[in-house]
Each structure stands twice: as structure tokens, then as C-alpha cells.
């Protein structure tokens, strides 16, 4: 039995991860400091045999008994309003993080893969994005925290692959979405669908003319799964092509949920990016990889969960706030 360590485990993407390694067949280490991951995430895997989750910062030494076949490090926090309340830490986990776990996977001669992102491109100069765009980041701006750390964090797993020969992988993420993402995550589709439901005006930043492009969690977990057992060292976009303004996909949540919800435009945070598509042009070549599911069986498997979520809230008569887009 493989065992696999995924590091920010409870989190969004981490314990979809959890769930696919389990099935196929992995003694899996689900490690996470819950900052912003919840353990209801992976709660319905504690006590099944192969599954262990650990809580711990990994911005501290890691350490994990016994033999190690790969270690994803998913550790960090991941949208707006989660780097933007933790600073400090979303740098330690980018970088003292990623050095801890690189060590434990050289140490126990593993195979390990970075989770990256989009967001290394910064506001794009070039579109769509490829691999070879280095980018256009402001490191000292309010995003530079995260954009920066995954940089770092880049150059760190290059480092750990030329230095010592470790067996490594990078995946940058462009925007996905899917059941388990939180309602005050801030990211523009749990914002949008939670506004729609809720019968609020859907906030929109800027003119809307900003474009992004949404990817549905179970085609990022297949293509991980293929990139962790490749051989490409080299970073690799992970992400839907399909592009849409962020206006359009405002009226498409609209249209989408019935909701009777008007527009409120609203200034455009610092250094938002005006671009977003990936070139998987290499995903396609070099992992037999491209997205299977439409948005729009995407977003309505992703509504459902919402709509669970949102009878919940009122249940309990409470409110989640939705703050920021990214």
C-alpha cells in the first residue's frame, strides 16, 4: 500500500485529494492546522483503515513515522480573504512550509508535488497564460504575500530537484471550484452563488469586464493524479480554458439559481488580475490531460452543495459574509 502525505489536507482541493487517494488504494496522512481547512471536510474518512489525519503546522518541522511514498504539499491559505487576514503565515507555509516538506520527502526519498498557481502570472501581460510567461507580480503589493510565496516556492522545489535529485512536480491551479468551498471563501463563485441565494445584489468589481476561467474540482484531482505520476519536472497549467467576463458569469449564476438579485458594481481591488486563461496546450501533450465537465454540470453540482449550505445557515439563523472576488 502506497502511503501518501498531503499536506493542507482539510482544505478545498486537499480533501478532494484525501478522498482519491483513498480509492485508489493509498495508506493516506491528512495533515492540516485548520487555519482556514475544516476538518468536516475529511470528517466522513476518519476511521476508515488507510486514512489518518494529523493536525499540525507545517511552517514547524514535519515529521512522519515510517516510510513515505509522495508528499503533496496543498498547505496554504488560498483566496483573498484568507491571505489578506494571514500574511505572515500564508509566507511561512510558502516558504518555511514547502522547505520542511521538501525535506521530508528527500529524507524519506519520495516523490513530491507543489501545489502552485495561477496567481505566479500576476495581472498578465500575455494572454492566455503559458508556462513560460514569467509573469507580471507586484511583490510588495496586498497579493504579493501569496503570489510571492508560491514563487518562492517554485524556485524551492526546482532547487531541492536540481540540488539533491528529488523527484518533483509542480501544477499551477487556475481557478476551481466544486462542493466544500466555503461560503465566505471570497472567492467570486461561492460569493456570487451565496448573494443569488440569499436574494442579495450580486457584487461585481470594476466594469465586470475582467475575465477568469473555472475549472470543476474533479478534473483538477485527475489531473494531479497524472502529473504526480509522470515524469515532467517543469511547472504545468491545470485549469478550463473556457473564458468569461466576470459580468457574464454574474448573470449566469443569476440565471442559474432563479434568483430575483440585481448587480452592485464595485470599485476594483489593488492589482486584480484583468486576465485569466491557461494554455494547456502541455497538459494535453505531455499528460493526456483536458477537462470533462461543463460549467454547467459543474455549477449545478456546485449549487446543490450551496443550496445545503445556505438552508443551514438559516437554520442555525446565522449569516456567513461574503467580502472580496478573486
Same mark, same amino acid.
Given at each position: 500500500m502506497p502511503r501518501t502525505l498531503i499536506?493542507?489536507?482539510a482544505g478545498f482541493v486537499g480533501s478532494h485529494l484525501c478522498d482519491r487517494f483513498v480509492e485508489l488504494g493509498h495508506e493516506v496522512i491528512c495533515m492540516d492546522n485548520l487555519i482556514t481547512g475544516n476538518a468536516d471536510n475529511v470528517a466522513?474518512?476518519?476511521?476508515?483503515?488507510?486514512?489518518?489525519?494529523?493536525?499540525?503546522?507545517?511552517s514547524n518541522f514535519i515529521w512522519v513515522p515510517g516510510s513515505l511514498d509522495n508528499v503533496l504539499h496543498f498547505a496554504s491559505p488560498a483566496?483573498?480573504?484568507?491571505?489578506?487576514?494571514h500574511p505572515i503565515p500564508t509566507l511561512k507555509v510558502g516558504a518555511l512550509g514547502t522547505h520542511n516538506a521538501l525535506g521530508l520527502a528527500y529524507h524519506k526519498g519520495a516523490r513530491f508535488l507543489l501545489a502552485s498557481t495561477?496567481?505566479?502570472?500576476?495581472?498578465?501581460?500575455?494572454?492566455?497564460?503559458?508556462e513560460d510567461y514569467w509573469g507580471n507580480v507586484n511583490p510588495i503589493g496586498v497579493r504579493g504575500v501569496y503570489d510571492e510565496a508560491k514563487r518562492f516556492?517554485?524556485?524551492?522545489?526546482?532547487?531541492?530537484?536540481?540540488?539533491h535529485g528529488l523527484k518533483t512536480r509542480i501544477v499551477r491551479i487556475f481557478n476551481t471550484y466544486g462542493e466544500r468551498m466555503r461560503l465566505d471563501d471570497g472567492r467570486v463563485?461561492?460569493?456570487?452563488?451565496?448573494?443569488?441565494?440569499?436574494?442579495? &445584489?450580486?457584487?461585481?468589481?470594476? @466594469?465586470?469586464?475582467?475575465? $477568469?476561467?473555472?475549472q470543476y474540482v474533479s478534473d483538477? !484531482?485527475?489531473?494531479?493524479?497524472?502529473?504526480?505520476?509522470?515524469?515532467?519536472?517543469?511547472?504545468?497549467?491545470?485549469?478550463?480554458?473556457?473564458?468569461?467576463?466576470?459580468?457574464?458569469?454574474?448573470?449566469?449564476?443569476?440565471?442559474?439559481?432563479?434568483?430575483?438579485?440585481?448587480?452592485?458594481?464595485?470599485?476594483?481591488?489593488?492589482?486584480? &488580475?484583468?486576465?485569466?486563461?491557461? @494554455?494547456?496546450?502541455?497538459? $494535453?501533450?505531455?499528460?493526456?490531460?483536458?477537462?470533462? !465537465?461543463?460549467?454547467g454540470e459543474g455549477l449545478a453540482r456546485t449549487l446543490a452543495y450551496f443550496q445545503r449550505k445556505i438552508e443551514a445557515e438559516r437554520a442555525a439563523g446565522g449569516r456567513t459574509m461574503a467580502r472580496t472576488e478573486a
Open positions: 499536506t493542507g489536507g466522513h474518512l476518519f476511521g476508515r483503515p488507510g486514512f489518518t489525519f494529523v493536525k499540525h503546522n507545517v483566496s483573498p480573504v484568507d491571505y489578506l487576514k495561477s496567481e505566479v502570472y500576476g495581472d498578465p501581460q500575455k494572454h492566455p497564460q503559458a516556492a517554485e524556485a524551492l522545489t526546482m532547487a531541492y530537484h536540481r540540488a463563485l461561492p460569493n456570487f452563488m451565496g448573494q443569488a441565494l440569499r436574494g442579495e &445584489p450580486l457584487t461585481v468589481y470594476g @466594469d465586470g469586464g475582467q475575465t $477568469r476561467s473555472f483538477l !484531482v485527475d489531473g494531479i493524479v497524472a502529473l504526480l505520476e509522470s515524469d515532467e519536472v517543469a511547472p504545468v497549467n491545470l485549469g478550463n480554458p473556457e473564458e468569461v467576463t466576470v459580468l457574464e458569469f454574474a448573470r449566469e449564476i443569476i440565471a442559474l439559481t432563479r434568483s430575483g438579485s440585481e448587480i452592485a458594481f464595485r470599485p476594483l481591488p489593488q492589482d486584480d &488580475p484583468q486576465l485569466r486563461r491557461p @494554455d494547456i496546450a502541455k497538459a $494535453r501533450r505531455v499528460l493526456g490531460w483536458e477537462p470533462k !465537465v461543463s460549467r
